[in-house]
């Protein structure tokens, strides 16, 4: 796992089954929630087959592909494991048409299997002179075709492009019962209404997914750092960059930042925008930042000629792996950044060792009709993504704006009321879709639709 604190178990009496990296403690190494057998999947076929086999011996099965995952959704005490990392196929195609769609609705799309990863992907399209709109982490190894999209899928560039559920044209899935079905609008639609934003692991095996492709387009870059030598001078310089949003993501801006009572520091691209426009548009923000601080704020700009430079310049590093990881997050309403800046930043600098700012939504993220796909309807009001490593600050996080949703893939799993933070209004048609495609509940994760039926270890029914 990304995260090793998921593949420990803690038992009701607070002893753990684990193995530790460090052998001088002289404990034993335990199994954990590591599962006990697997099965490397490399075909249709071994999906078909793990599928069947563990309905018809009622185990407990997990799907996992890099095992990055906020909430230990792909592994499990005592399962069997349903591997689907080496499911690399990928086929781009100049004139894509969905499955049962009219002769001439084509795309330029791409199909990647379950296992391929987004380094693979980037390097797919690069090679077509195309752009995918997709995840961004350090070496590109979140999975392309599972849980991201699954979850909605953010990117720095969704302002402009929109979500992965919103560029995702296809599914191939495994059900429960062992049936390979193509999944778009006008097959199996409701599955593919589900798996757009409605969680990975829940309603089928993805084995493939087709997303549209864009023309490339150049893009500038913006960093800014600035250090406070007060809270006045934190709250001041926080509230103008936090009012700076909602007209950002209007102009196709994203990327991501740190905030705290000591410190700021923000890296934003944005696509078809030159190096002059750029400066010009963050310029009033920088000047007064550096005479609130006496000078203890700068910027640098870039520009690349396309996506890939920037990518590789950015996010070309190892994978982010070994760190116990939990999170909790808020998605921040436009309304609140327009009109009640400074009672957002109150907020954020309240919260002990500071929050990140996913600027992944907004812009084109709000174009698309909230009913269109499974994701929560909130993501389409959302300007940005607070994000708390404690998950005693989750009160804290709801005061920025009480009742808003969170995205499940950067989420906790002390959620009050899950069904409301992650799916909103779209809960009772998720767990309809869910039980249509898998009447038995094989596909059981943390915090899921369908998961509330049954206990805290996800093994045994509540009735």
Same mark, same amino acid.
């Given at each position: ?55 018809? =011996? ?72 195309? !752009? ?152 009033? !923000? ?53 009109? =009640? ?34 994701? =929560? ?44 933070? !992650? ?39 509540? =009735?």
């Amino acid at each position: 796992m990304q995260s090793p604190n998921f593949e420990t178990y803690i038992f009701g009496n607070g002893t753990i089954s684990a193995c530790y990296l460090n052998t001088t403690l002289g404990v034993p190494c335990g199994q954990g929630s590591v599962p006990v057998i697997g099965v490397d999947a490399r075909s249709v076929g071994d999906v078909q087959a793990t599928v069947q086999f563990a309905s018809k =011996h009622n185990l407990r099965l997990v799907i996992k592909n890099t095992g990055h995952d906020y909430l230990g959704r792909s592994t499990a005490r005592g399962s069997i494991l349903l591997w689907t990392h080496h499911l690399k196929n990928i086929i781009y195609e100049e004139a894509f048409t969905p499955d049962g769609a009219p002769s001439g609705e084509t795309y330029k799309a791409i199909t990647l299997g379950a296992g391929v990863q987004w380094y693979e992907a980037y390097d797919a399209v690069e090679a077509e002179g195309r !752009f995918i709109l997709g995840g961004l982490s350090a070496g590109g190894s979140v999975g392309a075709a599972g849980g991201w999209v699954q979850g909605g899928g953010h990117s720095a560039f969704a302002a402009t492009h929109g979500l992965g559920v919103d560029n995702v044209l296809q599914f191939t899935v495994v059900t429960a019962s062992g049936k390979y079905l193509t999944v778009n609008s006008y097959k199996n639609s409701d599955l593919f209404w589900a798996l757009r934003g409605g969680g990975g692991g829940t309603y089928a095996v993805v084995i493939s997914a087709t997303y549209v492709t864009h023309d490339r387009f150049p893009l500038s870059e913006v960093g800014f750092q600035a250090n406070f030598s007060s809270p006045e001078i934190a709250k001041t310089v926080i509230t103008e960059y936090i009012r700076l949003h909602p007209s950002l993501a209007d102009a196709g801006w994203g990327g991501y930042s740190y905030l705290s009572a000591k410190d700021i520091l923000f890296l934003y691209v944005a696509p078809n925008i030159s190096l002059a426009n750029a400066n010009a548009t963050l310029d009033p !923000f920088v000047k007064l930042a550096q005479n609130a601080t006496g000078g203890l704020a700068g910027a640098f700009t870039r520009h690349y000629d396309s996506f890939y430079p920037w990518y590789k310049a950015t996010f070309g590093t190892e994978g982010q792996v070994g760190t116990h990881v939990e999170l909790a997050s808020r998605l921040l309403p436009r309304d609140m950044a327009e009109n =009640h800046a400074a009672e957002v930043t109150d907020v954020i600098l309240g919260l002990e060792g500071g929050a990140a700012i996913n600027f992944i939504s907004g812009g084109a993220v709000s174009r698309f009709d909230p009913d269109s796909a499974g994701l =929560h309807p909130a993501w389409r009001k959302a300007v940005a993504q607070a994000r708390q490593r404690l998950r005693s600050k989750l009160d804290i996080l709801d005061r920025l704006a009480p009742g808003s949703a969170t995205y499940y893939n950067e989420a906790t799993l002390y959620e009050r009321d899950f069904k409301k933070s !992650f799916f909103g209004p779209h809960y009772q048609r998720l767990k309809s879709i869910k039980a249509k495609y898998d009447p038995d509940t094989l596909f059981i994760v943390a915090s899921g639709v369908g998961s509330e039926d049954w206990d805290g270890e996800l093994n045994c029914r509540r =009735h």
